[in-house]
């Protein structure tokens, strides 16, 4: 008899006097603090039989492999490669985030099949060194070294997989954020427009610390960016300026529509917290998800041993009365997790959802 998994979610209430106040660092990003790539070819050995055919090799693949081989690599040639098809040529990619990392600092890495791997499952990667021009250049700076067993993801692109925190940084990454003495906000792509822009100078403006200064840090010069003159007296303490003038409010501006991001490649599934979902019971591949209404301070949940809950902390503290943030997407997709539904279970949920007009919010799907 096929086994049939419930789970329960409640929608928690939303106290308006706790919710999410709307402050400039919601619509922009600090030019300079963009995040970066390193990146590097490697070698995955302990393939069972789902590795590279050397046959089909390009010539950009040949050269690679030669220059994997003088550096030293174990398995990089291509006469140890040839045979079983248990080793697979690979690219590794690793980001680092804006706010910058530290030598030391252990990151995932993306692993790409650059041959004709079928399947990376399993898979060891060797040692592999990083750099942002590594490839152009066998006399860079090597900035990571990435290794270790790959996981795969998405059981639907089986040639590419990650290893959680597999790669070694050997370099400090600082992303300065000021240059001559300004602090350049760029405006999100979906908020740049002319009035968002002087609302945002307006909020920094507005802080009463710098109400006395002769003239006001913030103007928007375009569309899509405000820059921030830092006043002498923060020349000491830049990181609190820059904070100060993120957390500055933005009043009398709509909220923006929270969305939903799936990348149905990769599996991939990015949740804004203000993702609502209305009450409505779906079934799928043996599911049955019943999103319920919030329980009355008090009232007793019926039949709870028939159901997975995941949220038992918040649904405590909301049914002792403590205003509570909804998360409500959020802990459906928890709960999914937590009875081991694949991504794509989950991703034609959300699908399913939609349909029914019960996401409040927008779904997009990117590649």
Request: glycine share 8%; hydrophobic share 40%; with cysteine.
């Amino acid at each position: 008899m096929k086994l049939i998994l419930f789970l329960i979610i409640f929608l928690l209430t939303v106290n308006t006097s706790v919710a999410q106040q709307l402050r400039v660092e919601h619509f922009v990003r600090v030019k300079g603090q963009e995040s970066t790539q390193i990146t590097g070819y490697g070698i995955v050995g302990g393939l069972n039989g789902t590795g590279d055919d050397p046959r089909a090799y390009t010539p950009a693949a040949h050269a690679i492999l030669r220059q994997l081989s003088r550096s030293g690599m174990f398995g990089a040639d291509e006469a140890g490669i040839r045979g079983a098809r248990n080793s697979a040529l690979v690219r590794v990619i690793v980001t680092i985030p804006g706010t910058g990392a530290r030598d030391g600092d252990m990151l995932d890495c993306i692993i790409y099949s650059e041959g004709s791997a079928t399947s990376l499952a399993n898979g060891i990667l060797s040692p592999a060194s990083l750099g942002s021009m590594l490839q152009q250049n066998e006399n860079s700076l090597v900035q990571g070294t990435a290794q270790g067993r790959i996981v795969i993801e998405n059981p639907a692109s089986p040639n590419v997989g990650r290893i959680v925190g597999g790669c070694r940084l050997h370099a400090d990454f600082r992303n300065p954020f000021i240059e001559k003495g300004l602090i350049t906000l760029v405006i999100k792509r979906e908020h740049a427009r002319p009035n968002i822009a002087n609302r945002i100078a307006e909020a920094i403006n507005n802080d009463p610390e710098f109400q006395t200064l002769a003239i006001q840090p913030a103007r928007a010069f375009h569309q899509n960016e405000v820059v921030v003159r830092v006043p002498p007296t923060s020349f000491a303490d830049p990181m609190d300026f820059l904070a100060r003038i993120l957390n500055a409010e933005m009043l009398d501006v709509p909220r923006p529509v929270p969305k939903v991001m799936i990348n149905e490649r990769t599996g991939t599934i990015a949740i804004d917290q203000d993702v609502e979902v209305r009450p409505t019971l779906i079934t799928h591949n043996g599911i049955i998800a019943d999103i319920a209404p919030e329980l009355e301070p008090g009232e007793e949940e019926q039949f709870p041993r028939q159901f997975l809950d995941i949220d038992t902390d918040t649904r405590f503290r909301q049914m002792s009365g403590e205003a509570v943030n909804n998360v409500r997407l959020r802990a459906l997709q928890a709960s999914l997790n937590a009875l081991q539904a694949t991504p794509q279970d989950t991703i034609e949920i959300i699908k399913i959802l939609e349909k029914q007009g019960a996401i409040i919010g927008e779904v997009v799907f990117v590649d």
